[in-house]
């Protein structure tokens, strides 16, 4: 019931998105405005404040990377060796790889800081900085090496990684929290009221991006990726977290993160890279409205 309580409001927001998406309300670019504002500016500042004053010694760093990280890293090798089962053709399996590895940093930094307050909000932090630098390299490596990447395509993913405000943010926050230097004066109160409106307002964006019409797709496929991305991701970095030895808090935010769906912003790079867009779009929906279910299941595991 704790665990309901905690993630309750959470599908809420992104359902109240949904329904305002649905509405079309309040209109015009309004959303697609927002979400670049939540995702260059709230958001960093409110991983900077988070990570530049956090206890980062409280967290198992090394054990955690290595839980969440050598999760996603057999998956994405499996992926290429189920490739040819998969799909024989490279857009499709651009965005089957990205709806497995992918993950919605809103529900999983907001999770955590739901389920475990302040010390699950740092543990979140610091999963985001290992894991978005290695997904973001994955996917574009997967765009190379299946070709679907046009002229000029190359450079251009390469520079939107390395100036990615998730990337930067965290790398920032860090950097003050190792300097000593902190949020000096008003730096932290101010990051914090930013910080406070990204979460809320990112899950009601994750809502208005679902695309409910691309639920109509029945490919094998795209249950095959929900069933990796919802079930075997979190199965394997759940073993990974006891084999380790993770404490409960860290144990949580890694199978959170693992059982996460796929992040709305894999659409626009499909979209851009020569990737299938409605596949995308229709596993962005599914994993999102699945995960509902899954997640308080899977945390409710661990915590008997």
């Not at 949904?18 to 209109?27: H, K, S």
């Amino acid at each position: 019931m704790q665990i309901l309580d905690a993630l309750g409001p959470l599908f809420l927001l992104i359902l109240l998105g949904a329904l305002l998406g649905r509405l079309e309300l309040p209109g015009g670019d309004f959303w697609p405005r927002l979400e670049r504002l939540i995702y260059y500016l709230l958001f960093p500042a409110m991983l900077v404040g988070t990570l530049a004053e956090a206890e980062i010694a409280r967290v198992p760093v090394a054990r955690l990377a290595l839980a969440l990280l050598g999760g996603m890293l057999l998956f994405a090798i499996l992926l290429w060796w189920w490739r040819p089962r998969l799909t024989p053709e490279a857009p499709t399996f651009t965005s089957l790889f990205q709806g497995s590895l992918r993950f919605n940093t809103y529900v999983g930094v907001a999770g955590a800081a739901a389920l475990h307050g302040g010390l699950g909000a740092t543990t979140a932090a610091v999963a985001v900085a290992l894991m978005v630098p290695t997904v973001n390299l994955l996917c574009v490596l997967c765009f190379i090496g299946v070709g679907t990447l046009g002229p000029g395509s190359l450079g251009r993913s390469l520079r939107a990684l390395i100036s990615n405000p998730l990337i930067l943010a965290c790398l920032g926050g860090i950097a003050l929290n190792l300097s000593g230097l902190g949020l000096p004066g008003w730096s932290a109160p101010t990051l914090e009221l930013l910080g406070r409106t990204a979460l809320p307002l990112g899950l009601v964006a994750v809502g208005v991006a679902l695309r409910p019409q691309a639920l109509l797709r029945r490919d094998r496929a795209v249950w095959a990726t929900h069933g990796i991305k919802l079930l075997l991701m979190p199965a394997l970095v759940l073993g990974l977290a006891w084999a380790l030895g993770l404490d409960s808090v860290s144990r949580d935010v890694a199978l959170l993160f693992a059982a996460l769906p796929t992040a709305t912003s894999a659409y626009i790079l499909a979209r851009q890279l020569g990737g299938d867009a409605e596949l995308m779009a229709a596993l962005i929906t599914g994993q999102t409205l699945l995960a509902m279910l899954s997640l308080p299941l899977w945390l409710s595991l661990v915590a008997r």
